[in-house]
């Protein structure tokens, strides 16, 4: 017998509507002097117009936009040519001139994530709550995190809350304060640890804020200057300090109008694929962690996202000889007192990994290789284990002829997650018709899924295009992936 999940019919289609201001960066000094000298040449008059023509045309499109525009005046004040003070209405039009829309998710809305929402209270008897994470792609192909909430009734049907049109990225918190003996550890990790590192790096505390760090390494820069070793060790510790950050959002915001877009370097061309798991600890305290590629436009990086409230976000490099390429996914709790983690580092294997530091990744231990024809290419998880008391419930991808992605799934041994108990051999959800088309043909894909009243959901995306859901039975997935139907069917043949 051959499982296969049955489709709600749902489908969460990308809105082009849904628009953020971002920074509007010319990369040309000239050209910021100039505009920033046109904009000094118009009149009171002039210039309380045009603003006012731009609160009438955005204003209602934003969530506090004036309060954005005045920090956009901030960031650029350094180009105006006199110290002369100036009025609010022309700090604001100064702003509006250096921000723009982005349309978040004009592209795709796709490769969703599923978690039950911290707050279940003035919930109905028998509903669920729950947040989905979704990689939103927008202008030039740059990806974040976007989220939408919902419900699950009584009877087990998925209802969708509709999403304000309002969004806004988080305040980011660049002084961060780092524990030196951490940082130190990661820049051993990339091969940052030398002589210079630590002339940069002096008189630095026991914990530090970027802020500290960038001030030494410019007193050091200041001696040695043109020197290109130099130059490129402070890249790097600036890089890694600035990819380690923390992100607000307002408390008064909704969820779903809450956007994490791209702020590091190791991210300046895309937050992919984050797959979110309610983790709780052995004395029960419970975080929320999203493990992410980030994206560069060159290489891709694992990072971790870190929460307890969905409001207030710590965002980790993660670090380790074994931390490489795509996919990683984090037990929901520690397994024999360690961290454990599934990852695909190969790019076509399933592996299994400890850490006694959750931001350390040291080793890793082959579990599955592509051996039935649907997954020849690769194999890879769609999301953290789920666990059961059958053992941990791992939806996979696997990828065949013409590049195509079908999900299927596999059990792990509860108390030893190397051991695997079973594997479905045949998807449990491939792209149908309507699925094939879309910006990647034939690909259907999940974050990670969720069990209600014996029911597995799986959030999964169309052709790297929309969103969807289906669901599969879980006691009967189990039942395939433990053998016992074989069983049943060889003691009935020995019966007749």
């Known amino acids: 017998m051959s499982i296969k999940a049955i489709r709600t019919g749902i489908v969460l289609r990308p809105d082009p509507t849904r628009v953020l201001f971002r920074p509007f ?57 006199t110290d002369e003070p100036l009025t609010e209405d022309r700090k604001l039009l100064l702003g509006a001139y250096f921000t723009m829309e982005y349309s978040l998710e004009s592209a795709a809305l796709f490769n969703p994530s599923m978690i039950w929402h911290p707050d279940q209270t003035n919930v109905p008897p028998g509903y669920k709550r729950f947040i989905l994470s979704l990689r939103a792609t927008g202008e030039g192909h740059v990806s974040s995190i976007s989220f939408r909430m919902g419900y699950i009734d009584e009877a087990g049907k998925i209802v969708l809350r509709q999403p304000s049109r309002y969004v806004t990225s988080p305040e980011i918190v660049p ?33 530090f804020a970027l802020s500290e760090l960038d001030a030494q390494i410019k007193r050091v820069l200041a001696q040695f200057r043109y020197n290109a070793e130099y130059e490129t060790i402070a890249s790097g510790l600036l890089a890694l300090a600035k990819s380690n950050y923390e992100i607000h959002f307002d408390d008064d915001q909704s969820l779903d109008e809450r956007c994490i877009f791209p702020t590091s370097p190791n991210e300046t061309n895309g937050i992919e694929d984050a797959r979110f798991v309610q983790f709780t600890d052995n004395d029960g305290d419970v975080t929320y962690y999203a493990t992410y590629t980030a994206y560069n436009g060159r290489v891709t990086f694992p990072q971790l996202l870190e929460t307890k409230d969905f ?46 530091d959750l931001y350390f990744w040291q080793t890793k231990e082959l579990i599955l290789k592509p051996t039935f024809h649907w997954e020849y290419v690769q194999l890879g998880n769609c999301g953290s284990p789920i666990e059961t008391e059958a053992g941990w419930l791992v939806l996979s991808h696997g990828v065949g002829p013409m590049r195509k992605y079908a999900i299927g799934a596999f059990l792990l041994d509860l108390n030893d997650p190397s051991k695997v108990i079973g594997r479905t051999s045949e998807p449990i959800l491939s792209p149908d018709e309507n699925e094939r088309e879309g910006y990647v043909p034939n690909v259907v894909y999940s974050c990670g899924g969720l069990i209600n009243n014996g029911e597995l959901i799986i959030p999964y995306a169309m052709a790297d295009y929309a969103s969807s859901f289906a669901t599969v039975n879980v006691a009967e997935l189990l039942t395939e992936l433990t053998g016992q139907n074989k069983t049943e069917d060889i003691a009935a043949e020995n019966v007749a």
């Open 175 to 207: 002084n961060h304060r780092f524990n030196r003996a951490q940082f130190e550890r990661k820049l051993y990790e990339l091969r940052l640890e030398n002589s210079i590192q630590e002339k940069m790096m002096v008189g630095l505390g026991d914990e």
């Open 25 to 81: 960066d010319l990369g040309s000094t000239t050209r910021t002097l100039k505009i920033v000298a046109r904009v000094g040449s118009m009149t009171d008059e002039e210039a309380g117009k045009k603003l006012d023509e731009v609160i009438r045309e955005f204003g209602g499109r934003h969530y506090k936009l004036e309060r954005f525009l005045l920090n956009r005046f901030e960031q650029i004040k350094a180009h105006l040519l």
């Open 311 to 356: 409001t207030h976000f710590s965002v980790s490099t993660l670090n380790g000889a074994e931390v490489s390429n795509k996919g990683m996914a984090l037990f929901p709790r520690k397994i024999n007192g360690k961290y454990a983690m599934i990852s695909r580092q190969d790019g076509e294997n399933i592996y299994l990994m400890y850490s006694d």
